[in-house]
């Protein structure tokens, strides 16, 4: 059974950094695309990252140049790390991972930026 853990969340400041992990198991992670959703609250989810499993990496336009996504396939995690944070990236984040015609989601990990 597939698993995805997300951690990392917090409450940081406006203009701070948090760094998000996800821990996957049950499947073999090289194989998996990945990704890094957000939903605010009253708004759909929508795409933050994402990462092939080549490496290939999309971003959404209004994180660019703030947000890194990475992969570790050893240790079957990505990460999502955020910086220059702002208050409307407040939301839950979610861990997505998709293999053949399959998607998995994790429990989402609490994002508060203050201003």
């Known amino acids: 059974q597939v698993q995805l853990v997300e951690s990392g969340g917090g409450l940081v400041q406006a203009g701070g950094s948090l760094r998000l992990s996800c821990a996957a198991s049950?499947?073999?992670?090289?194989?998996?695309?990945m990704g890094w959703y957000r939903q605010a609250p009253g708004k759909q989810r929508e795409l933050v990252a994402s990462i092939t499993s080549g490496g290939k990496i999309n971003y959404a336009d209004s994180v660019k140049g703030r947000f890194t996504i990475s992969r570790d396939n050893a240790k079957n995690a990505v990460y999502l790390q955020m910086n220059s944070l702002k208050p409307e990236e407040t939301g839950v984040y979610y861990c997505n991972l998709k293999w053949s015609t399959y998607v998995y989601w994790g429990q989402g990990t609490q994002v508060t930026v203050s201003s």
């Open positions: 049950g499947i073999i992670f090289s194989n998996t695309a």
